[in-house]
């Protein structure tokens, strides 16, 4: 299981990334009507969230530059931002998210079916316990968030 189940988290990962390819800052930053959140908020969402699930659960060090947990964790939006000239450009933001998938081979391909300390609770009320399950749940994270990046893509269509 550990090879499919990391080779899903790459390919996906690759989509995600491949979809953002080359938008403008602006589109980037475009919050539309009645969203709270923008295309760079999703992609340092998705980020964090794996980061935390992947690594902090299994424990082991966590890569989290300075500014991310204040921008990108669950709770935040855009709206309250008051350090934008700091934030992670399009071009680092697709380092950090295309090295994490193949951080987390090399800490953890041989750890999917070890129990956690301490098993987490999801909001949506799944109880997390071993290391696989906190990635294959990172997927299915990844996903809700690849579908607002695909509207807000499209919202920020006209954006230069």
């Known amino acids: 299981m550990s090879k499919g189940l990391l ?3 790459g390919f996906i990962r690759q989509v995600t990334v491949n979809t953002v390819r080359g938008l403008s800052e602006a589109a980037l ?7 709270n959140n923008n ?25 989290l530059p300075e500014g991310f947990e204040r921008w990108f964790a669950k ?12 934030l992670p450009e399009l071009e680092d933001l697709l380092e ?9 081979a090399e800490k953890l391909h041989d750890r999917i079916d070890e129990q956690v300390a301490v098993p987490f609770t999801t909001g949506t ?22 579908n607002s990046i695909s509207l807000l893509k499209r919202f920020a269509a006209n954006k230069p």
């Open 7 to 9: 080779h899903q988290l």
């Open 29 to 35: 930053d475009h919050v539309p009507d009645g969203f």
């Open 39 to 63: 295309i760079r908020w999703n992609l340092g969402h998705i980020y964090v969230v794996q980061e935390r699930f992947a690594f902090h659960f299994a424990g082991e060090s966590v890569h």
């Open 75 to 86: 709770g935040t939006k855009p709206g309250d931002w008051q350090d934008e000239d700091q």
């Open 96 to 104: 950090l998210l295309a090295g994490q998938p193949i951080r987390i």
């Open 125 to 146: 009320g799944l109880t997390l316990h071993t290391v696989g399950e906190f990635l294959s749940y990172t997927l299915y994270h990844e996903g809700i968030h690849f």
